[in-house]
């Protein structure tokens, strides 16, 4: 059976790729950071030379919400960075046959809001307020493309997924992304009795979001036939909801009745980031869970796993 080394085997992504059924086809190697540091490049190389992994995907990361990236920019942008770093450079050394990087659509330019083409990265600034893991991600993705145009043997390619929600997520409001972050607020507020939960600005701004179960799916795919994937490609439903429609919506899943606050004075990031899925098109594939769906499972497995 080939081997498939996850790093970030037991965050969010990692642990939906392991819950995945398709996965009974791999022998997965996820070592925990107290197992193997990927910030440790020597440790690395000689965690690859004695396991040999036939497959990798880069899933690790540190990553958080707006709160978390505007409080510790440097954080973001060095462990980041470093961590692409070191495990490119070791699967290279270590001619990894097959590797799906896991990017992030941070990576377009803050200018750019609707059909973002995997052609526009690097053509413009960056939002400021995850620029910094945005640029760990950018380097990974680079230097991915850099090796395969020295080594025309190996099979890399960088998969660029919209946000994500489901199971294994980080739901506290100060380390997690929107949709998460939605779910604890009105879980909360229902359970608490809050006739109000507040909502960052207008609540027009517009965010693409798939549920994990889906990219683990696409994950799955492209392993089985890496030449069949283009070098960079968007994964997503190609489908956004303004944030008013994320708090409603879940909302009617909880069962919350209260009302929501806007507050004005509070950062959004991007008005709007909707990836193009016409890569994904052609390759034949789309994302089988809907919105609303994916809430309500979500929403039953923080139930079952919050302390």
Known sequence: MARLFITGGHGMVGRNLRAHPGIAAWQVLAPARTELDLCDADALRDWLARHRPDAVVHAAGVVGGIQANLAEPMRYLIENARIGLNLIAACREARIPVLINLSSSCVYPRDLHCGLAEEQILTGPLEPSNEGYALAKIMAMRLVDHACREDRGLQWRTLVPCNLYGPFDKFDPGQSHLLPAIIHKIHRARVEGHETVEIWGDGTARREFMHAGDLAEAILRALAGPSSVPAVMNIGPGVDHAIDDYYRIAAGVIGWQGRFVHDLGK??????????????????????TGLREGIAATYAWYLEHQP
């Not at 991007?270 to 089988?288: D, F, H, N, Y």
């Open 267 to 288: 950062p959004v990031g991007m008005r709007r980031k909707l990836l193009s899925v016409t890569r994904q098109t052609e390759w034949g594939w789309a994302p089988q």
